[in-house]
């Protein structure tokens, strides 16, 4: 197993209250597999993978509840040290935006080659290779000039896959994606999804994706859970949950999706009403006010 979260409630200190932002949370991660985390914004899910990440801000929040165990080790209240020893090397990151997470005044070689001595220890001349190296892999063309280059030079897609080489210099266990291709075209997102697909199989790591698009779940994922308020309403297989969805928030997401073999004018479902308030208690299904099958006692927590 390579991560375990067993029933993980993070929050945040705010001038109204505590606000509940994560909520009991229960997953694992096993080796070589794709896990889904999907959800509307303010779900919960990126601050899951921040929690599991050690990124949550020091000065207002708090996990009160619950364990992350990575690699059989648990992690849940290491230090921002002991957790910079692991970020990078047992587990990294792709974040949503590669704009805001590359330094606008150095180039990407610099970039790279700073990360890669003092990660691994090597030389100006090897970690410049080995930088090469990573952009040549992840599909940047012409490497040896692109390294000369400023982040502003570079394409969405491409900034993506230098933020992708980056996460993978000490080849780690576990990779997050937040959000990885939110802000590219359908073609690129496509050719970055693939990307992660061969990197996940040539280096044998797992990947936890963070996304509010099923459609990108469903292409790559084994399994996903499905996030509304803080809690995982519902997990499974993918094809499972997309082809027999039990729980109503799930079928709502999909049934609002565009569909190529409807052609006629009709309106797109929506789910209506709004989330609770997470600086409250919630009992029972959080969706339960905004769907009338849980009222009927038909509503329910469900995993396949």
Request: include cysteine; charged fraction near 25%; proline fraction near 5%.
């Amino acid at each position: 197993m390579i991560l375990e979260i067993n029933n993980l409630s993070v929050g945040f200190h705010t001038y109204r209250g505590d606000v509940k932002a994560v909520r009991g949370v229960t997953f694992n991660v096993d080796e070589g597999e794709i896990v889904g985390i999907v959800g509307e914004s303010g779900c919960g899910k990126s601050v899951t993978a921040h929690a599991v990440m050690g990124l949550l801000p020091e000065e207002n929040s708090f996990i009160n509840q619950g364990n992350i165990k990575l690699l059989g080790e648990d992690i849940t209240n290491k230090s921002n040290m002991e957790m910079t020893k692991l970020r990078g090397t047992s587990m990294a990151m792709i974040f949503q935006d590669p704009m805001t997470s590359l330094n606008p005044v150095l180039t990407i070689g610099q970039q790279m080659t700073e990360g890669i001595i003092k990660s691994k220890g090597l030389n100006k001349k090897d970690a410049h290779e080995e930088a090469l190296a990573l952009l040549k892999r992840v599909g940047i063309p012409k490497a040896e000039e692109r390294m000369k280059a400023y982040p502003h030079e570079f394409s969405g897609g491409m900034r993506q896959r230098v933020m992708i080489a980056m996460a993978l210099i000490c080849r780690p266990k576990l990779l997050f994606a937040d959000e990885p291709t939110t802000a590219l075209d359908v073609t690129i997102q496509a050719q970055i999804l693939e990307l992660l697909d061969e990197l996940r199989r040539e280096m044998k790591m797992s990947i936890v994706l963070v996304s509010h698009d099923l459609g990108v779940i469903a292409r790559i994922c084994d399994r996903v859970n499905v996030m509304y308020a803080g809690r995982i309403v519902e997990s499974g297989p993918v094809g499972e949950i997309f082809h027999n969805p039990q729980h109503p928030y799930t079928r709502g997401l999909l049934n609002s999706l565009p569909r190529v073999d409807k052609v006629d004018d009709t309106e797109l479902p929506v789910i209506e009403g709004h989330p609770p308030d997470l600086l409250y208690d919630i009992k029972g299904c959080s969706f339960a006010p905004q769907m009338w099958r849980c009222h009927e006692g038909l509503c329910c927590l469900s995993s396949k």
